[in-house]
């Protein structure tokens, strides 16, 4: 499709368990975001691409998170060594440079 | 840091009520303001904007006013829908990062009944 793809849209895991998440972004978006959320809780910024580089993962909660993007396209998000404040949805989206901001449906990730 | 507080909710109306959702947000410096909806089942997408002050964003019949002296982006409809029902989120762009790095609020679901 022409939009953001995010998968899986639902994960259930055990603590301690490694998880990844895939987003696919619009074809020709430079700019890739990540955020999370969390019940009753706004959209926390987590990091944000451009090309493969991320000039900002200032809001990584802890040395357990990891992204990466391959080929100015898809990326990954690697939570190491779950824990069950993790447990929210994921989103990504992303964008011409500097323009709106197209988000996935999210990937929603339960830490049991 | 720049942050943004909506009204809770779940606002709850029936169609053709008129509709407001309170948005007010701190920012250092001279933000960007946005208005995001999410539908069941979809992802977030853009409503509306505003990137100076006075300015009128307006989409699909909502609108809303860049009021700097208030630090507010309220945002209103004349006459809901059902199809309206989404939860809404009013954002803010932290413009000295360089990029649209957007800070948003808690959302607000908002519930239109015939």
């Known amino acids: 499709g022409a939009g953001v793809s995010q998968s899986p849209s639902n994960k259930v895991t055990e603590k301690g368990k490694d998880v990844e998440l895939r987003c696919d972004p619009i074809s020709g978006h430079t700019a890739l975001y990540w955020y999370r959320q969390s019940l009753g809780q706004g959209l926390e910024f987590l990091i944000y691409f451009q090309g493969n580089s991320a000039p900002d993962k200032s809001g990584l909660p802890s040395d357990r998170f990891s992204a990466e993007r391959t080929g100015g396209s898809v990326s990954t998000l690697t939570i190491q060594r779950t824990q069950q404040e993790d447990s929210a949805v994921y989103l990504c989206a992303s964008s011409p440079y500097t323009g709106e901001l197209f988000f996935g449906e999210g990937s929603r990730l339960t830490v049991l | 840091g720049d942050s943004v507080t909506q009204m809770e909710g779940p606002v709850t109306l029936s169609e053709e009520a008129f509709l407001t959702i309170n948005c007010t947000y701190t920012?250092?410096?001279?933000?960007?303001l946005f208005w995001y909806v999410q539908y069941p089942g979809e992802g977030l997408q853009l409503l509306l904007k505003a990137t100076k002050a006075d300015d009128k964003g307006s989409n699909k019949g909502f609108e809303a006013t860049y009021r700097k002296e208030t630090t507010s982006f309220h945002l209103e409809k004349g006459s809901v829908q059902v199809s309206d029902s989404a939860v809404y989120f009013c954002a803010l762009s932290d413009v000295g990062t360089g990029f649209q790095k957007l800070v948003f609020g808690t959302g607000t679901r908002l519930l239109v009944s015939p």
């Open positions: 920012a250092t410096g001279y933000p960007s």
